[in-house]
């Protein structure tokens, strides 16, 4: 009897374990580079490479997508891209670049929109510009990578944060300083004294525009009336309200993220 208790118990926690392992590896991060423009014929495997070394250390999905046939802003087509990719909201980032606009732009959502800010898109793309217009395209994209990396390496300035070191996700904690706390009860507490203080003068009559009481048993009057509201019809009215189906994929739903971008 105890040999089976101590074999159910062993079967019990290795398939406990087991559930344990598939679920820490559910997370994964993908790297693609999307070349329809042809424009990294000879680089695009080495790139891919860094990009999916680059993905999983900032445990978000790196995508590079050229285009020479691309009508929608650049802006547009690259948060489509990237939700179509991932979904809309979860850590990914994204480089497009447009040859049919001439123009190049970088998306980025989930974990990822904390570290490339405004300001640290525009720092990228002051070095990526350059290298686009003097057609050196696979130089664009490594810059790209390492401007990921720094800025994920710098980290989020001003807020105090915790990093899943499995999924990457940003959990924000919130603090108060000792002065404004402070400051605030103070006003607090002055306020509700003066709002208190003005009605006990009111009411004691010390106030100059409350010298005289008013006599509510001589003055005051009662008058109750009865009234009764019948309802005679009712009227419903209904109209639908139809779709909008024009999300050019769904890739403007659901989520916020950070983006710029430059022509060159």
């Given at each position: 009897?105890?040999?089976?208790?101590?074999?159910?118990?062993?079967?019990?926690?290795?398939?406990?374990?087991?559930?344990?392992?598939?679920?820490?590896?559910?997370?994964?991060?993908?790297?693609?580079?999307?070349?329809?423009?042809?424009?990294?014929?000879?680089?695009?495997?080495?790139?891919?490479?860094?990009?999916?070394?680059?993905?999983?250390?900032?445990?978000?999905?790196?995508?590079?997508?050229?285009?020479?046939?691309?009508?929608?802003?650049?802006?547009?087509?690259?948060?489509?891209?990237?939700?179509?990719?991932?979904?809309?909201?979860?850590?990914?980032?994204?480089?497009?670049?447009?040859?049919?606009?001439?123009?190049?732009?970088?998306?980025?959502?989930?974990?990822?929109?904390?570290?490339?800010?405004?300001?640290?898109?525009?720092?990228?793309?002051?070095?990526?510009?350059?290298?686009?217009?003097?057609?050196?395209?696979?130089?664009?994209?490594?810059?790209?990578?390492?401007?990921t990396k720094a800025a994920v390496d710098a980290g989020i300035s001003g807020r105090k944060y915790s990093v899943n070191p499995e999924t990457g996700d940003i959990t924000f904690y919130h603090s108060f300083q000792m002065l404004n706390v402070?400051?605030?009860?103070?006003?607090a507490l002055l306020l509700a004294g003066l709002f208190a203080w003005n009605i006990y003068r009111r009411y004691e009559m010390k106030d100059a525009n409350s010298s005289v009481r008013y006599n509510l048993s001589k003055y005051g009057r009662?008058?109750?009336?009865?009234?009764?509201?019948?309802?005679?019809?009712?009227?419903?009215?209904?109209?639908?309200?139809?779709?909008?189906?024009?999300?050019?994929?769904?890739?403007?739903?659901?989520?916020?993220?950070?983006?710029?971008?430059?022509?060159?």
């Open positions: 009897m105890r040999k089976k208790i101590i074999a159910l118990l062993l079967l019990f926690i290795g398939f406990f374990t087991f559930n344990l392992s598939v679920s820490a590896d559910s997370t994964t991060f993908h790297a693609q580079i999307d070349d329809q423009a042809q424009l990294l014929t000879t680089q695009a495997a080495s790139l891919e490479k860094e990009a999916t070394i680059l993905a999983n250390s900032i445990k978000a999905s790196v995508y590079v997508v050229t285009t020479d046939t691309n009508t929608e802003k650049p802006s547009l087509f690259s948060r489509n891209y990237l939700a179509e990719k991932i979904g809309a909201g979860n850590n990914g980032i994204v480089m497009l670049i447009d040859m049919n606009q001439r123009e190049t732009y970088l998306w980025a959502t989930g974990n990822m929109q904390y570290y490339m800010t405004s300001s640290r898109i525009n720092t990228a793309l002051d070095d990526i510009q350059p290298e686009l217009t003097a057609q050196n395209y696979d130089l664009a994209v490594s810059i790209f990578f390492d401007k402070l400051v605030a009860l103070f006003v009662l008058k109750l009336t009865q009234q009764q509201d019948i309802l005679v019809n009712r009227f419903v009215t209904t109209r639908h309200i139809p779709r909008n189906n024009n999300s050019g994929g769904g890739g403007m739903s659901g989520g916020g993220g950070s983006g710029g971008g430059r022509s060159f």
